[in-house]
């Protein structure tokens, strides 16, 4: 209880440092995407971007835009309390829509720099775990700890988990391993615990590419962390599919995997 009231004071303070500073406080941001992975620049060119974030108002808003837009773009967001910002990338012109692709994310206020709100990859999984969290606390019937609504959640605790390496080691190399809904849901109602942060299962999902398979033919995945996978030739291209779509690129096409049904696209 104390911990929850000092965190209360906390915010307070900054709001008030917000409402007396506020002639040097912008009324907008503008973001800052980070750089996009380079095999994906490679393999299907500059992505566009499907941008999220709360209004002054704490409704949730939506924008897509083309990358060279994306950086002009100024959003209002409340200053009285933590908020996210996701970025979707996409390509339209490879039927790749908005979500099949892990964002890019960032939580005010911990991401501003002057006028600017700087997204980075790692704070995507933070920006959609805040979204997941939001939906978890409203349909938990017996949520009654107040803590865990998005905006009062500890954010810098919950960050230093991954830059202590206090968490398993394959989700402290790539975040997405981790089943946000599932962890969002178990926390709201509860207190924290990183014990929910931990990496889904797999299932290893045998796939004939009729020769695609060879040593000169990387496949990326969908998150910005993973690491390309690399089959033998001659050999089975063994995916790790989890629930959801799965996509994978590479030099010869885009391979969609949906537990066990696939679809590969060549370029």
Known sequence: MKLFVF????????????VCCKDFIPSGYTLTLPQVPQAWLELLGEPCWRLEWLDKDGKRRGLSVLSEEAEKIEVDIPLTWANPVT???????????????????????FDVSEDRLCLSWEAGADSVFYWELARAYGIADNNKNKANIPA????????????A?????AVCKDRWLVDWRSAAEKTAG????????????????????????DAECLW???????????FEEGGGAVFPVYSGVNVWV??????????????FAEF
Do not use: C
């Open 7 to 18: 965190k209360l004071f906390a915010l307070f303070v900054v709001s008030l440092q917000f």
């Open 87 to 109: 970025a979707f990338p996409y390509w339209s012109e490879h039927n790749l829509s908005a979500g099949l692709f892990k964002p890019a994310g960032a939580i005010y206020p």
């Open 152 to 163: 009062n959640f500890d954010w810098q605790r919950f960050r230093e988990l991954f830059t």
């Open 165 to 169: 390496e206090m968490l398993n080691e």
């Open 190 to 213: 509860s207190d924290f615990d990183r014990r929910r942060f931990i990496p889904q299962a797999a299932e290893n999902v045998t796939i004939p590419l009729d020769g695609l398979a």
């Open 220 to 230: 990326y995945g969908a998150s910005p962390f993973a690491s390309p996978l690399l």
């Open 250 to 263: 590479s030099a010869e096409g885009i391979l969609r995997v949906s537990g066990k049904t696939w679809v």
